[in-house]
């Protein structure tokens, strides 16, 4: 079974300093695709990054950025300088080289002013 | 740029009565899936289609029927709502194996009283 593990059900940030959310993943594939999916109270799910497995770069955009550890099975997001805009649920998914896509359960982001 | 398109937005139904969720996606795009959110449990992938013909079970398909009508639209129907489906509902699409992206609709919330 693939499985993708948040164990942080909330968080919060003061504003302008940094968070780091937390995911992990069980997967016997060698290739593979992982995303951070954010979701704000409007409900719309936004994609906010993406990495390649057979990368070793770690992707980044913007103020959001990963720390992939392929042997470790780990894929956090850190978020620079929090906005206020940046409070939402967010969600670590993965998918094989395929059409299957898996979600944790979330992590739910507050963003102190 | 519509993207996807899902409706209704809202539906409430009584146990036992059915209704069908309709999506469309205007990008070309092979893959549609139609996944299910619940409080503390994440998206969980009802069915899917891999492309225009095809249809899979996904993680809990139970109490679920789809149609891939043709390449733009994907339904989703409940034949005998129970409270359990009581849900928010989100139509997804993706071009496909490689690409590997997901692409929501603004979601549907389902009540079953």
């Known amino acids: 079974a693939q499985t993708v593990t948040q164990s942080q059900p909330e968080m919060s940030v003061q504003e302008a300093e940094t968070v780091t959310l937390s995911c992990t993943y069980d997967t016997s594939e060698s290739d593979y695709y992982l995303f951070w999916y954010k979701q704000p109270p409007s409900r719309q799910m936004i994609l906010v990054i993406r990495?390649?497995?057979?990368?070793?770069q770690n992707a980044t955009e913007n103020r959001f950025s990963v720390n992939f550890q392929k042997a470790a099975k780990s894929f956090s997001l850190k978020i620079s300088d929090s906005q206020l805009g940046d409070a939402a649920m967010y969600f670590c998914?993965?998918?094989?080289?395929?059409?299957?896509?898996?979600f944790g359960t979330g992590t739910s982001l507050t963003v102190i002013p | 740029n519509a993207g996807v398109t899902q409706t209704p937005k809202f539906q409430v139904l009584k146990t036992g009565q059915s209704m069908t969720l309709q999506c469309a996606q205007d990008?070309?795009?092979?893959?549609m899936y139609w996944y299910r959110q619940d409080p503390g449990m994440g998206l969980r992938l009802i069915y899917y289609s891999a492309s225009e013909g095809t249809t899979d079970k996904g993680e809990v398909p139970n109490g679920y029927n789809v149609s891939r009508l043709n390449k733009r639209e994907f339904s989703l129907r409940l034949e005998s709502a129970a409270p359990s489906q009581t849900s928010v509902y989100f139509c997804a699409s993706s071009a496909g194996p490689g690409a590997n992206v997901l692409t929501f609709g603004a979601g549907s919330r389902l009540t079953v009283l």
């Open positions: 998914a993965y998918s094989p080289t395929g059409n299957q896509f898996y």
């Open positions: 990495q390649e497995a057979y990368k070793q």
């Open positions: 990008m070309n795009h092979n893959s």
